[in-house]
């Protein structure tokens, strides 16, 4: 990727002694692969479970331990947070979290939590029944109101054998959470709603009419919306995707089911982002009973599903309104026509002829036509790039639009 909000980005990772602190090695390596430069700080405690030489190796810094004992760097406590653009604690320890919540600071993480004037954030890791003591709720509200972030823990199979909450947050989530810090909030004030991925509609219980959407358009378009300081929402169809994190999450399967969400949600919203592919048509009476091979041939009649967008665009009072359009002919003509008909603001317009562009692929190119008759054409770029360009552009119509108001 060629653009990342965290290119020469400077993050302080401060590393406790948990179990999870292999995963703060992999976490290293994603935050440097997306453009970072990490600077490991690891407890006493850490080091009982992964050496500085190995953090070394992965960061490619000097991994700090000790308040004392480094010529090189005679007061790290205040000049690495300095440095920093973030501190991030991962995994954080309930004792760590506690020392945190009371101002203790007493070896040098500690003392550079209670030193740093950067975002914090605080990704916890330990036992459930730990995670859910009041102790450990009282501290962790403490730790909101300092202003840090919490990187709230997942649930699952711990390492002690028990189930439930605990378990460090994926490498890939932190990443998602330190972006949405750092990244500047052109977007503040306003509600998106996206949608993304296909929709199914049933043939039988086993059967069903779908198309080949991924929903990474729509699922980048949610992340980049929300790191750029947007409150999101984001109704899905099926799709392989992990729920965003910090994103509203409405899972849908059929284009009945979308249409009653994304109205549901009109009204809160200012912007609607469309970049689901609906599907046209179904059943509109699913077969109750597995349908069984008889005939040679089978002709089965398929109604129309609701058009939710041009219901929107019917609706629409104060809302900008994005469309999408993949076409395999007549690109320009086509997305024009739709965008005229919904009572769109603007449309992203893709061929699905171009190799690596659409439905499936990481990458998109896209035409970007508006209401006024502007046309812009990207390069073929990840469809996180692409997101950018398109919440750009919405951005200028939104800025357009309260200049005509
Ligand atoms: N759309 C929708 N509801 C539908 C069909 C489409 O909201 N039942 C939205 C899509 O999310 C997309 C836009 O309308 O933003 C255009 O979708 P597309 O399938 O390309 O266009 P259609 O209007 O369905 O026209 P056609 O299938 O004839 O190309």
């Known amino acids: ?195 993304a991925g296909p929709t199914e509609e049933p043939i039988d219980p086993v059967r069903f009419i779908s198309n080949r959407s991924s929903g990474k358009m729509g699922d980048s378009l949610a992340r980049v919306a929300k790191r750029r300081g947007a409150e999101v929402v984001l109704i899905s169809g099926p799709t392989c995707l992990s729920k965003p994190w910090g994103i509203e999450f409405v899972p849908v399967r059929t284009a009945a089911e979308m249409y009653k969400a994304v109205l549901s949600y009109f009204d809160w919203a200012t912007i609607v982002i469309k970049a689901a592919a609906v599907a046209d048509y179904g059943l509109s009476t699913v077969l109750p009973q597995k349908l069984k091979k008889g005939t040679p041939d089978l002709s089965l009649k398929l109604t129309r599903t609701p058009d939710i967008l041009k219901e929107l665009g019917k609706r629409k009072k104060r809302q900008i309104l ?24 603007l449309i992203v317009a893709n061929d699905i002829t171009v190799p690596g562009a659409g439905f499936g692929f990481d990458t998109n190119q896209v035409n970007i036509i508006t209401a006024d008759g502007e046309v812009f054409d990207s390069p073929l770029l990840d469809k996180e790039e692409i997101a950018y360009i398109i919440l750009d552009k919405v951005l200028e119509v939104l800025q357009r639009s309260r200049g005509k108001s």
């Open 322 to 345: 994005v469309g999408f359009a993949a076409e395999s002919k007549n690109l320009i003509a086509e997305a024009r026509r739709k965008l005229q008909e919904k009572n769109l603001d």
């Open 1 to 195: 990727m060629r653009f990342s909000t965290l290119s020469s980005k400077k993050i302080l990772l401060g590393v406790t002694g948990s179990i999870a602190a292999y995963k703060a090695v992999e976490l290293v390596r994603e935050l440097s692969r997306q453009g970072a430069s990490v600077t490991v700080v690891a407890t006493k405690n850490a080091g009982e479970f992964i050496g500085a030489v190995t953090f070394h190796a992965v960061s490619g810094s000097a991994v700090y331990t000790d308040l004392f004992g480094m010529p090189a760097e005679p007061a790290p406590h205040i000049n690495l947070p300095r440095q920093a653009d973030a501190v991030v604690i991962a995994p954080a320890t309930a004792n760590f979290i506690g020392k945190m919540a009371h101002g203790i600071a007493d070896d040098l993480l500690s003392t550079i939590v209670l030193a740093a004037q950067k975002p914090i954030l605080v990704c916890p890791a330990m036992n459930s029944a730990m995670y859910e003591h009041p102790a450990m709720k009282g501290n962790l509200e403490q730790l909101r109101k300092y202003g840090y972030r919490i990187v709230e823990p997942e649930t699952g199979p711990l390492a002690c054998g028990d189930e439930g909450p605990g378990r460090l947050a994926e490498p890939s989530t932190i990443c998602e959470a330190v972006k949405i810090v750092l990244e500047k909030k052109d977007l503040q004030g306003q509600k998106i709603l996206v949608t």
